[in-house]
C-alpha cells in the first residue's frame, strides 16, 4: 500500500545569475517542505532573454503564483513485507 504525502508552501521569484544565462529563482517563504531542505530551486531563462524581460517574467510569477505543492509517494514497507 502506497502513503501520499502533500506538503505547501509559500513562494516567491528572484533573479540570479550563475555565471550564465539568467535564473529565476524559487524563494520558499517557510522551510516547511522536509523534501525541499537544503535544495535551491532555479529556473534558467534562454541566452537571448534580457534581464528586462526576466524582470517582466519575475512579475507575472510573483502576482500570479502563491506557492508550491510537492507529493510524494512511498511504499509501506511494513504492509508489503506481510501482504507478500
Known sequence: MATTKIE??????GIGRQGGP???E???HHDTISEF???QI??????GVTLGHARRILGVLN???VGVV???TALDVKTEAASG
Open 37 to 39: 531542505r537544503g535544495v
Open 70 to 72: 510537492v507529493t510524494t
Open 22 to 24: 539568467i535564473v529565476i
Open 26 to 28: 524559487a524563494r520558499l
Open 42 to 47: 532555479g529556473f534558467e531563462l534562454l541566452n
Open 63 to 65: 502576482e500570479n503564483v
Open 8 to 13: 505547501r508552501a509559500g513562494v516567491g521569484f
